[in-house]
């Protein structure tokens, strides 16, 4: 053998002739493919059934684009407000009136207007009920014009005279020929009548789509909203239409005389604003509009660290509306302390473990593998039967004496329920990451600390306890992990004064539904959870988490 | 030869007083209950160093048997007369400790398992260790056995009942178990958590164990990268994931659904199963697959007759957790489900928080027993593969 190498001096040679060193990394490519396509599937799965969905909950903490935003529903305002200045302490002029009152108006039809109010209430108290009450207000001023219209021609508040005079000839016949049950024809608007009357065509454009779309409804039957002659009389008072010929010619004639009449009565946006309420000319609420009007938005980080944007930057709320600095102090503190109780119950029980013979050993280890087996539903129960005023352990105290029946000693819906509660729940991550450390201990250090003269406490505190860090630190790691995120124990026997982070979350999403928020709280909990990961990876490794032992 | 330590027999000057002490603290409890804590102290540290006296001093040893049941006898008879059945029960239970108690302590018996050179400090640091351990397995395990008894409560009370403790037939019945057998509302729970638990672990298990046998390769890359995104379903706390699914799952029209709920626990399932079958795979030989190619055998092939047998304990243990994951799981399933995906868990947590009826203690006995039988389960499957793998000799 040795002689052919000398001889061909050459690469070395694989069976099949090709070059060793190329074959092997063939192999090796090969191996490696192999190894991603066993794990592709399961990465995929994850990656869309979980990953995707924290992803997206990031991605809601900035997005304020949706519908039931400024951005999202109010899209005109957004628009401009962009050259109003918020500085300068001057209400924003007639045009960002004027898009409100449209913005707000279509999205009062379409019962989004309060969800708007909800979102601004975040930022601005009191915004909730003033855009419930602007959709209800808006028809006031519309109605001004609607009905000095009708006064002078009841045709301007019948559906077929709108139609005709804005619908294209196509689609009115079309229209004309429609019967329930067929879908309806999409609106087509009249050739020239975005030039002649163009505020009117536009909202009558949306007035259709909306009617034809979410209604349902024929067109011919649907009397204009009562913006649509708002606009109607802008365009009349502003064009000239003595040239008009078309359809309803002789209607929109008389209309454009009554206009330029001088006992028309009109009213200015601004006033109508005002009417409906005065809070339309804070300029604090133009603001709040103008600072939550982007798409993607700061506010619920803001708002998740008690902080707010106001004209001069960013600044801490009021001192009674910080909850969640304290929320977050709170589940901190009450977490360290959990995991402070845990080590000092697990760590004797994890010592005695570990020096016990195999056999009691394994039989003593059932006792905490039971609870960790145990639902967890199950244990929050059981603590919330045992520790309630009519519960277990009074009803013991009281039978024996030590408290008196009227006395009986509150440990239930407040901190002291959930951290015993906690405690227990959370003991056997702690116990079984300690137990798997110290049973690999060797004990001839302690003996051999003792026969060098140390007493049991050098021995243990100098010798055996730096040993056996590694094994608190892994414990405290994952049970505070553990412990800042949960839920369902907090939200059982925590009452009020009890409750973590994560209830507040579970609030927001359920209840208050304010989801920016809720999924700003999460990030910031995943952030913090995440640093956790980080180091508990780097200290115990991912790979040696141990499972019942 | 190791060195025994003998049983000496220690001076009553020290066995009486401290077996008087160990009665004042009995007699503290049995005062209380009987109104008088400082004369049950007085009367428990008297009758107790008398008893010593009497049992190490003045009976022979021979008779050490006799004595004990007597003094178990006399003590139960003493417990009735002061608080009738319960009161039997708790005397009867003094009377068998205190006799070994005293024999333990008279005779030096507790010197026996401990090398003889310890000082007399040493010892008590010794057995109060093990009293401290002892009390915290108390504290662990206390509240699973307390569900126990009350789950049999005839009356709708989160608490023992007085006929409860007087062992009065009237005061147990099943009738929380009837509530939960025939509650359409408890039976609807049940089957939802019998039809999600299992096609969850199914999904997981399949897809986990797979992927397990590609990261146990010896050339994977980016190994650490895929191996935290797997395990972060188990550390990202629940709510987050919970938040996440709800708002994702709506977007794709899946909240709501059997599916979504399905898959949620699958996933929260993944990162168990694939740390128990790493784990089985880290022993396993992997000469044999190749040994199976070289006869001739397909991957496939290879895979269920050679591979899989091997690592089987592994993956029924990592099925196991993967199932009471989702089995035991609250969070997610409130958030992912509808009221048609309502689970036992669930229907738990809104008995707990609006307190309806204590069914749910009937529930959790039956939850308990399953934890047992699945523990039970998995440390046989441990032990075994420990066994295959020549880990542990038993």
Known sequence: MTDTTQETSGPMLAADGTPLKRSLAKALRAQKLRALALIAPLLLFVLITFIAPIADMLFRSVDDSQQGTVHGTMPLTAEALKDWDSSTGELPDNAVFDAVYTDIFVAAENKLHTRVGSRLNYERTGSSSLFRKTGRGLDDIGEVYQDQFEDLDPDWDEGTPWAELMGSPDWLTSMQGWEDGQPLPPFELRDGVADLLPRTAAIYRVFADFQIEEEEKSLLDEEPWSIVHTRLYEDLRDGDFSTYAGPRADMVKAADALVDTAEFETIALKDGFEAIDEDWLDIGLWQTIKAYSTSYTAGYFLNAVDMQKTPEGVALRDENQRIYGLLFKRTMFMSMVITFSCIMLAYPVAYLLANLPMRTANLLMILVLLPFWTSLLVRTSAWKVMLQQQGVINDVLVWIGIVGDDARLVMINNQLGTIIAMTHILLPFMILPMYSVMSTIPPYYVRAAKSLGATNWTSFWRVYFPQSVPGIGAGSILVFILAIGYYITPEIVGGNTGTFISNRIAYHISSSLNWGLAAALGSILLAAVLILYWAYDRIVGIDNVKLGG | ?394
């Open chain 2, 1 to 394: 030869m190791a060195v025994e330590t003998q049983a000496v027999k220690r001076p009553i000057q020290f066995v009486a007083p401290v077996a008087g002490a160990s009665g004042a603290f009995a007699g503290v409890f049995v005062g209380a209950a009987n109104g008088s804590v400082l004369l049950g102290l007085l009367l428990g540290f008297g009758i107790l160093a008398t008893i010593a006296v009497v049992l190490l001093e003045v009976l022979d040893p021979g008779l050490e048997k006799t004595a004990k049941w007597v003094l178990f006898a006399a003590m139960a008879a003493a417990g009735f007369l002061l608080g009738g059945l319960p009161g039997l029960v708790v005397g009867g239970l003094f009377g068998w400790f205190f006799g070994w108690f005293i024999y333990w302590l008279g005779m030096g018996r507790y010197r026996v398992p401990l090398p003889p050179y310890l000082t007399a400090g040493q010892v008590l640091w010794h057995y109060g260790f093990r009293v401290i351990c002892g009390s915290i397995f108390v504290f662990l395990i206390t509240p699973i056995l307390v569900v126990m008894p009350l789950s049999f409560n005839a009356q709708d009370f989160f608490t023992f009942t007085p006929e409860m403790l007087r062992f009065d037939p009237a005061g147990y019945s099943l009738k929380h178990y009837r509530d939960f057998f025939t509650s359409s509302e408890w039976q609807q729970a049940l089957r939802n958590s019998l039809i999600i638990a299992p096609l969850a672990t199914v999904l997981s298990v399949s897809f986990g164990t797979l992927a397990a046998i590609g990261l146990s390769g010896e050339h994977v890359p980016f190994r650490r990268a895929i191996m935290a995104i797997l395990i972060s379903p188990m550390i990202v706390p629940l709510i987050i994931s919970a938040a996440g699914m709800y708002f994702f799952y709506s977007r794709i029209g899946l909240q709501g659904t059997l599916l979504g709920v399905v898959l949620a626990h699958a996933a929260l399932g993944i990162p168990f199963v694939i740390i128990t079958v790493t784990a089985t795979l880290v022993g396993f030989d992997r000469s044999l697959t190749r040994a199976a190619a070289n006869m001739g055998a397909d991957p496939v092939t290879t895979f269920f007759r050679v591979q899989m047998p091997l690592i089987l304990p592994g993956v029924i243990s990592g099925g196991l957790f993967a199932f009471i994951t989702s089995f035991d799981e609250v969070v997610v399933v409130i958030f992912v489900g509808s009221a048609r995906q309502q689970t036992l868990p669930w229907q738990m947590f809104t008995g707990l928080r609006e307190q309806i009826s204590p069914t749910i203690l009937a529930v959790a006995t039956i939850l308990v027993i399953i934890s047992i039988a699945l523990l039970t389960t998995v440390e046989l499957l441990r032990r075994r593969s420990e066994k295959m793998r020549g880990l542990s000799p038993g």
